[in-house]
């Protein structure tokens, strides 16, 4: 009888809660200027990085380089990321430009 009161007490105290690890995965980037060519869609975000403060541009044109549109903006140091709309926009090749004060930074082409 005393087997079998010692035998239940260690199985009551021995079972505890499963501890479970929640992992969030890590937030996944587009980074749109390592490639040349990069195909978007509607809405879609894509992020840069940036090694100065400074007023920074992001010009859409078409490949003859007359411009589409200009976004004037002071970027965070690191990595930054914008949302992009493209149904009013021609359908082809355009081109996305990232511009400080001084030199163009970056170019890539998209495509829709």
Do not use: W
């Amino acid at each position: 009888m005393r087997k079998n009161l010692i035998f239940i007490l260690l199985i009551l105290f021995s079972c505890q809660k499963d501890e479970l690890q929640i992992i969030e995965p890590y937030p996944q980037y587009e980074m749109i200027f390592e490639e040349s060519k990069s195909k978007i869609s509607d809405g879609q975000e894509f992020s840069f990085e940036v090694t100065l403060s400074e007023e920074h541009t992001l010009i859409l044109s078409y490949q003859n380089n007359s411009i589409i549109t200009k976004e004037r903006f002071l970027p965070e140091i690191g990595l930054n990321t914008r949302r992009i709309y493209i149904n009013a926009l021609p359908r082809g090749e355009l081109n996305l430009t990232l511009k400080n004060s001084v030199e163009e930074k970056r170019t890539t082409v998209i495509i829709e």
